[in-house]
């Protein structure tokens, strides 16, 4: 991989800055026992909340193991690390649940990845 340039560099981190004012982002997020539901609150402060069992790698896990999200990069992704999960926010808000195969298998083979995107 060749060397970075001054113009390459400042233009990555244009796309950076663009991405943090632009793209849906977590502040917080709770897993609500209550309801069952992942509940995210997003920087700009809207508040979105899904079914847990709706998610790739959460479907049967337990309240305690979902309880242990975090945010990850800045506030574009979520982690599970006992169960090896990760998604995006933005992903999440464009209605896929997980890897296309998983959409597919699960919601139908209807599912067309390209339309949720």
């Known amino acids: 991989m060749g060397k ?4 390459q560099f ?3 981190v244009q796309r950076g800055d663009r991405d943090l004012a632009t793209k849906p982002r977590a502040r917080a997020v709770r897993y609500d026992r209550t309801t069952g539901q992942i509940v995210i609150d997003l920087v700009n402060g809207a ?13 049967h896990a337990s309240a305690e193991q979902l309880e242990q999200v975090e945010i990850a990069g800045a506030g574009f992704a979520l982690h599970w690390e006992e169960l090896d999960a990760d998604l995006t926010v933005e992903g999440l808000l464009a209605g ?16 067309d990845s390209e339309a949720a995107e």
């Open 4 to 7: 970075l340039t001054q113009s």
């Open 10 to 12: 400042e233009a990555a």
């Open 47 to 59: 508040i979105f909340a899904l079914p847990a069992t709706l998610l790739q790698g959460l479907e």
């Open 96 to 111: 896929r649940f997980g890897s296309a195969r998983y959409m597919a298998e699960r919601f139908g083979a209807g599912w």
